[in-house]
């Protein structure tokens, strides 16, 4: 398992690569099995072991752990724009005994596809994660053409998406007004988090077949020990981020769930839970092009 760090949190409108990165390791711990789902998928649509399988925009590396140990003969390349997760990384593969299949490529997607991933000496990728990576790339349109042109015939493309923010309240959660986490909820998508696109017409369009579209729920029990301190956070990024957006009554609510001494408060409280999905396309390039 990986250490957990611990960090001083500056609760920014543009959180620090760690700061971020705690929230990741957070979510992986609590709703991680969604990954496992995933791979799952991956292995049915594609017949043989995987040599190289590339993971974009790995962050913390929390996919690139899983998909090491499942294709575990692979050459595992993780693309990420951050030299601090990066070297993360390789410590992170160093405990879990990787590191010599490991190979960090420091890109920024909104370049393109990175240059260094296919090499003509090296073999084309059998397998490409991209984890709620894909609606952070400026032009995810060219970016999936060369994903489409990188892989092997038979390859596999992976896009995940968070399906919605994590739930962890009672609908009426004793403070406030009940409904509180919907309204959040509306309020975010509003304000454009957490959106993307539909991917299966950006798939198409790259000249992929989407052999599979998944929703998958991730409803953990037992709750694993990090979902209180996971709702903290989220919350604490929440409500700097909704400020302007919600009512005083919510507001004064998430004060509530966040203070210290509340009995309300998510550290005092008995009745937390854990609900969110992923959306999981499993896609491969099309081998009839239709070139209209």
Not at 164 to 190: H, I, N, T
């Amino acid at each position: 398992m990986a250490q957990s760090h611990h960090h001083h949190h500056n609760h920014g409108e543009h959180p620090q690569d760690h700061q971020m990165a705690s929230v990741l390791d957070l979510d992986a711990a609590v709703a991680g099995g969604y990954i496992d789902d995933a791979i799952d998928l991956i292995r049915d649509a594609l017949p043989r072991e995987p040599k190289i399988v590339v993971d974009i925009g790995s962050g913390t590396g929390t996919g690139t752990d899983r998909l090491a140990a499942r294709f575990d003969a692979a050459e595992i390349i993780a693309v990420d724009h951050s030299p601090e997760l990066a070297e993360l990384l390789t410590e992170r593969a160093a405990a879990a005994g990787y590191a010599d299949r490991l190979r960090t490529v420091l890109a920024n997607l909104d370049d393109g596809w990175p240059a260094e991933v296919s090499n003509p000496e090296v073999s084309n990728p059998d397998v490409v994660w991209a984890s709620s990576s894909l609606h952070h790339i400026a032009d995810p349109d060219r970016f999936l053409a060369a994903a489409r042109t990188a892989l092997t015939d038979d390859g596999i493309l992976a896009v995940i998406e968070l399906a919605g923010a994590p739930k962890f309240l009672p609908d009426d959660p004793g403070v406030g007004l009940s409904g509180l986490e919907g309204r959040c909820q509306s309020a975010m998508s509003v304000n454009g988090w957490n959106s993307f696109p539909d991917w299966t017409t950006h798939l198409q369009s790259a000249g992929f077949d989407v052999v599979a579209h998944r929703r998958i729920r991730v409803e953990p029990d037992p709750l694993p020990p990090q979902t209180v301190e996971y709702a903290v956070q989220w919350y604490s990024r929440l409500r700097v981020g909704l400020a302007e957006v919600l009512d005083a009554d919510d507001l004064a609510a998430l004060d509530v769930l966040l203070s210290d001494d509340s009995p309300l408060a998510f550290h005092r409280r008995g009745d937390l839970t854990f609900r969110a999905g992923r959306i999981v396309w499993i896609a491969r390039p099309a081998t009839e092009r239709n070139l209209s």
